[in-house]
C-alpha cells in the first residue's frame, strides 16, 4: 500500500519551532512585568508594625506611591495617620485605623496584616529594603514618563519643545521627591566648612563666586555667588545693559567662565556690536553706522579676538516664556557647563508655558516669574542676574533721585525672591554734572547694593564710557573713595578732572548739582528729567 503523507523534513521543523520561540520571547517581552519588590513591601510593612520607632527611620524616604500593591500603599498611608496623631504603630491600632475608614477589607482584613508582622522579627534592615522599594518605584515612574513621552511624540498636534520642557521637568520631579537630602550632624558639617575655607585660603584674590570684573564690587561681594538671584534695577537709558554685557565680558573673557545672556530687548547682533564697541574702544555710532576708517578696521580686529573665544552664549528669543527658559538653561549647563545667567530684562518674559494663556493678573505673573527664576538658580546652583525696571515713582521725587526698594515694579515678590537687589545710578542722567562740592560728577555711575542677603549694603562707584557703552572701575589715581549719599571732595578739584571730562565741564552757573541744601537755594525744581536725551 503506498504511503501517500509528505515526507519528513526535519529542517522545516526546527524551522517552526525557533519561529514559535521567537513569537513566545516576543509575547513574554512585551508583557513584562512593572519593576517591584513584593517581597520587601510586605518586610517594611510588617517591621513598621513590629517596632514603634522604625517609622522615623524610613519616613522621609517612603511614600504611599512608592508601594507597587495597593493595598500595601491603604496600610502605609494609615501608619503615616497613626504616626501624624501621634499614636502608637501596632498591629491592633493598624486594624483598628483601616476599619475607621472603610478600607480593612478591601487590604486583606485583620488576617493579612497578622500575617505580614509574622515573619519579621525586627526592623534591623527596614532602611535598606525601604530604599530597594524606592528604587522599584522610580523605575516604574521612568517608564510611565517614557510612555507618556513616546505616545506623544507620534501626535501630529504635539508641540515638540513643550514636550521636551515636560519630560525634562518630570524626571526632575523624580529626583526632588525621591532623592532626600539627610540632615548632617555637626561634625560632618565643620568638617565641610573647614574644607571650603582651606580652599579659598588659596584664592589669592578672595573671590568665591563668579566675578564682575570691577574691583571694589567684587571685594563687597566676592563675585556673583551660586544659587544667588541677583535683580539690576534702574530706570531705562541708566545703563543696564551695559553693565551687564560688561560684566559678563570680563567673567568670559577674563576668567573664562561659561556665560548665557537672555537677551528679550535687544537682538543677538546688536548685542554683539555693543560688546565689539567696548572691546575694541570704537564709538558706538561708528560701529551702528559701519563708518570705520582703516585703522580702525585693524584696531577692530586685533581686539575682537578674545571676544570670539570667550564662552559666551546668546538667545534672543523674544516674549520667552518660564519653561522655555528653564529647558534652555538646563542644556546650556549640561553641554557647556555656564557658570552664570543674565536675563535682560525680567518684565518681558512671559509666565505662561507659550500657550498663550496667562495665569492670573499681571502682579502675580512677575511675582511667578521670580520665584522661578530663584528656583533656576537653586537647581543649577549658578547666580542669575535678572534686570528690572523700575517704577516712575522714581521721577516725580525731589532730591538726587536715587532710587529705592520700594520703587521695584509691578510686584513685591521680586524684593522678597532676590539675594540681591543692585540699584545703577548715573547723575548725569537728571543733568547733575557737579556733586555739592563743586566736582565733576560727568561718566561716573554708582552700583547701589540696596539689599544683600549674604553681606554687606555699600555703594560702588564705576566709570561709564559713554561712548563705548561700558562700565569700567574708577581710577584710584584720580578720584578719591566717594561717600554714600553724596560724592566726597577732591583736595584740589581741578587737578583731578579727568582730561576727558575737561571739554564737557559747564560752567558752574548753569548745572544741577547734588545736595538738597543747595537745591532748595537756587529754587530750582529738578521733578522732570533734563530734556537731553540718555547716551543710550
Avoid at 519551532?17 to 516576543?26: H, K, L, P, Y
Avoid at 523674544?318 to 522655555?324: G, R
Avoid at 521680586?414 to 548725569?428: G, K, T
Amino acid at each position: 500500500m503506498e504511503n501517500n503523507r509528505p515526507a519528513y523534513n526535519k529542517k522545516t521543523l526546527q524551522d517552526r519551532i525557533a519561529n514559535t520561540a521567537r513569537e513566545t520571547s516576543a509575547v513574554l517581552n512585551t508583557a513584562r512585568k512593572p519593576p517591584q519588590a513584593i517581597e520587601l513591601e510586605e518586610a517594611v510593612l510588617g517591621a513598621l508594625m513590629v517596632e514603634k520607632d522604625a517609622l522615623t527611620t524610613v519616613i522621609d524616604i517612603l511614600q504611599p506611591e512608592s508601594f507597587y500593591v495597593d493595598k500595601h500603599a491603604r496600610i502605609y498611608e494609615a501608619i503615616r495617620a497613626l504616626f501624624q496623631k501621634s499614636e502608637p504603630v501596632d498591629i491592633l491600632t493598624v486594624i483598628n485605623q483601616l476599619r475607621s475608614t472603610g478600607e480593612l477589607e478591601f487590604v486583606g482584613g485583620a488576617s493579612y496584616i497578622t500575617k505580614l508582622t509574622s515573619t519579621v522579627h525586627s526592623a534591623a534592615n527596614i532602611e535598606y529594603h525601604a530604599r530597594i522599594v524606592v528604587e522599584m518605584a522610580i523605575k516604574r515612574e521612568l517608564i510611565r514618563i517614557s510612555g507618556e513621552t513616546t505616545r506623544d511624540a507620534y501626535e501630529d498636534t504635539t508641540d515638540v519643545f513643550q514636550l521636551l520642557d515636560k519630560t525634562e521637568q518630570s524626571f526632575f520631579q523624580v529626583s526632588e521627591m525621591n532623592i532626600k537630602k539627610k540632615v548632617a550632624d555637626m561634625r560632618s558639617v565643620l568638617a565641610e566648612a573647614l574644607e571650603e575655607l582651606k580652599s579659598k585660603k588659596d584664592n589669592a584674590d578672595g573671590l568665591t563666586g563668579v566675578p564682575s570684573g570691577f574691583t571694589k564690587l567684587d571685594r563687597i561681594t566676592s563675585g556673583w555667588q551660586k544659587s544667588d538671584l541677583v535683580i539690576l534695577a534702574a530706570r531705562p537709558g541708566m545703563g543696564k545693559t551695559a553693565f551687564v554685557v560688561s560684566a559678563a565680558r570680563n567673567a568670559a573673557a577674563l576668567f573664562k567662565k561659561g556665560v548665557a545672556i537672555f537677551s528679550l530687548e535687544m537682538s543677538a547682533v546688536q548685542l554683539v556690536n555693543r560688546l565689539i564697541s567696548a572691546e575694541a574702544e570704537l564709538e558706538s555710532e561708528k560701529i551702528k553706522k559701519g563708518n570705520l576708517a582703516e585703522h580702525e578696521w585693524v584696531q577692530l580686529h586685533q581686539r575682537i579676538t578674545t571676544l570670539a573665544e570667550a564662552p559666551i552664549f546668546i538667545d534672543d528669543t523674544p516674549a520667552l516664556s518660564v519653561l522655555e527658559l528653564r529647558a534652555k538653561c538646563r542644556r546650556l549647563k549640561a553641554q557647556h557647563d555656564i557658570q552664570m545667567i543674565i536675563i535682560d530684562y525680567l518684565q518681558l518674559m512671559s509666565g505662561d508655558n507659550g500657550s498663550g494663556k496667562g495665569g492670573g493678573n499681571r502682579e502675580q505673573e512677575i511675582a511667578y516669574i521670580s520665584r522661578s527664576l530663584k528656583n533656576l538658580a537653586k537647581e543649577l546652583n549658578v547666580p542669575v542676574i535678572a534686570l528690572s525696571q523700575l517704577s516712575r515713582a522714581v521721577e516725580t521725587r525731589g532730591g538726587d533721585k536715587r532710587p529705592q526698594l520700594s520703587d521695584l515694579r509691578e510686584s513685591g515678590s521680586i524684593e522678597q525672591d532676590a539675594d540681591m537687589v543692585v540699584f545703577l545710578y548715573r547723575p548725569e542722567y537728571y543733568g547733575i554734572t557737579q556733586d555739592e562740592s563743586g566736582n565733576p560728577v560727568t561718566g561716573v555711575g554708582e552700583v547701589i547694593i540696596a539689599k544683600h542677603r549674604n553681606g554687606s549694603l555699600d555703594s560702588v562707584y564705576l566709570r561709564f564710557e559713554g561712548k563705548y557703552t561700558k562700565f569700567t572701575d574708577l581710577e584710584e589715581d584720580r578720584f578719591k573713595a566717594f561717600s554714600s549719599g553724596t560724592f566726597s571732595a577732591f583736595p584740589s578739584a581741578e587737578a583731578h578732572v579727568p582730561r576727558e571730562f575737561e571739554a564737557a565741564a559747564p560752567n558752574t552757573q548753569q548745572v544741577k548739582t547734588f545736595g538738597s541744601k543747595l537745591n532748595q537755594k537756587n529754587n530750582t525744581d529738578f521733578s522732570k528729567p533734563d530734556d537731553t536725551p540718555a547716551p543710550f
